[in-house]
């Protein structure tokens, strides 16, 4: 599985930006998807995902409520909508997916297999 990331950009404080994940490959409508971040210097953190049984979604608490995530499996494409973004939304935005994260450690980067090259997101004040 291949996943090709897209959509970051320049912003500024309180704009919006939709992020895309292409998959391709043997790709499963299954599979747990998901979008991580990584600031210069720090660890790359969870932000959302959706859990490949339910479609349950889980976001981190720093995002909740402004950013959601979508799949549309006919396009094998997964979104992450970014609402009033801040600075401290500016990462390196990452998409990642698998078939065998369970809800316990969805958040747990360890868990994907399959990961995207990254997208950057720079939100200015």
């Known amino acids: 599985v291949q996943l090709q990331a897209s959509g970051g950009g320049l912003v500024q404080a309180g704009d919006s930006l939709r992020l895309s994940c292409v998959a391709s490959?043997?790709?499963?409508?299954?599979?747990?998807v998901a979008w991580f971040r990584q600031a210069p210097g720090k660890e790359r953190e969870f932000v959302a995902a959706?859990?490949?049984?339910?479609?349950?979604?889980h976001c981190a608490d720093s995002v909740k409520g402004r950013f959601t995530i979508s799949r549309d499996n006919a396009k094998n494409t997964v979104y992450l909508q970014m609402n009033s973004l801040g600075p401290e939304d500016t990462a390196a935005y990452y998409c990642?997916?698998?078939?065998?994260?369970?809800?316990?450690?969805?958040?747990?980067?360890?868990?994907?297999?399959?990961w995207g090259q990254g997208t950057q997101v720079t939100v200015s004040s």
């Open positions: 490959g043997r790709t499963s409508s299954g599979s747990t």
């Open positions: 990642a997916a698998s078939s065998s994260v369970i809800l316990s450690n969805l958040r747990n980067r360890a868990a994907y297999n399959y």
């Open positions: 959706m859990f490949r049984r339910s479609s349950s979604i």
